[in-house]
């Protein structure tokens, strides 16, 4: 009888599946954390990780919660850097939510973010569109401020008719109140993931990272790929892990779901295995003991 249950427990853990690419009102989300549990037990979710842009808020928000719901809530976050002239994301997992360099980092972004809203507003003025700065920073509350909110706002103020106009006509990349946001280099965002116990993977590659720039990334330290994502074709998925068993590396993968703010899968539509992250709490382990063993002189 013991037998059968561990063969059991076993069988669950395959058939388990987790999503760790989810974001939430703390940046460009619909959902609360809570919700965004609750959705996760409801499509019987094993795990998850909210993966705000430039902000942690959601794991201490959600961590009692998730417990109470019997959800494996891992802490995450999903850092902008700029990588041999394009935009980088890296997403990370397995910190400490509590150490001071990255809170410290993070209280940085919020304004930095607020600097960049009020300037893209200020471009907005001259093109003859009129925003309340309050308005926008009340659409962000209690997240970080961006563009998704600059957007909303153009939308129920009239100026555009969706969401995607607003993009396409006056704030996206090139368009005419586009203004850059402050970035680190990916080997910044690594350091700083690594440095508060965490592990760091590259967000959804696509076509913006060759196997020359991946090579310089695990240089740097990088620790996985991720591999499921919306904007991977299938090629894609097996060329990323091919790689990954190539250099050794661990993946990651998920939905990157806003909710029903864009046109990414809903929450429990693109998931990845929960052997995934095994893997991913096993290299954790591994790393911990590390640091414990005593040194030999």
Do not use: W
């Amino acid at each position: 009888m013991r037998r059968n249950n561990i063969k059991k427990q076993a069988n669950d853990v395959i058939e388990s599946n987790a999503d760790l690419h989810i974001h939430s009102i703390y940046s460009d989300g619909a959902d609360s954390p809570l919700e965004i549990i609750d959705k996760a037990k409801e499509n019987h979710l094993k795990a998850i990780s909210i993966t705000d842009h430039d902000n942690i808020s959601a794991f201490p928000v959600g961590k009692n919660y998730a417990i109470e719901a019997g959800v494996e809530f891992i802490p995450g976050v999903e850092i902008s850097t700029v990588f041999n002239g394009i935009d980088l994301h890296l997403l990370g997992y397995y910190f400490d939510a509590e150490d001071s360099a990255l809170l410290s980092y993070i209280k940085f972004l919020q304004e930095e973010r607020k600097i960049r809203a009020r300037k893209i507003i200020d471009k907005m003025l001259h093109q003859g569109i009129k925003l309340d700065v309050e308005k926008v920073m009340k659409k962000a509350y209690p997240g970080s401020v961006g563009r998704p909110h600059i957007a909303d706002v153009l939308v129920e103020d009239g100026f555009v008719s969706s969401y995607q106009h607003a993009f396409n006509q006056y704030i996206g990349d090139k368009c005419c109140c586009f203004v850059p946001k402050y970035q680190i280099t990916p080997r910044e965002a690594i350091n700083l993931v690594k440095d508060a116990g965490g592990l760091c993977f590259i967000a959804h590659p696509g076509i913006d990272v060759n196997d020359a720039g991946i090579r310089e990334l695990i240089h740097l330290g990088i620790d996985g790929i991720e591999t499921i994502h919306p904007r991977h074709s299938p090629q894609q998925i097996s060329y990323f892990r091919d790689l990954i068993e190539k250099y050794r590396l661990l993946e990651c993968g998920g939905s990157d779901c806003h909710g029903n703010r864009k046109k990414e899968p809903l929450l429990g539509k693109m998931t990845i295995s929960y052997e995934v992250v095994q893997k991913i709490k096993q290299r954790k382990e591994k790393m911990i003991l590390s640091n414990i063993e005593p040194k030999k002189n």
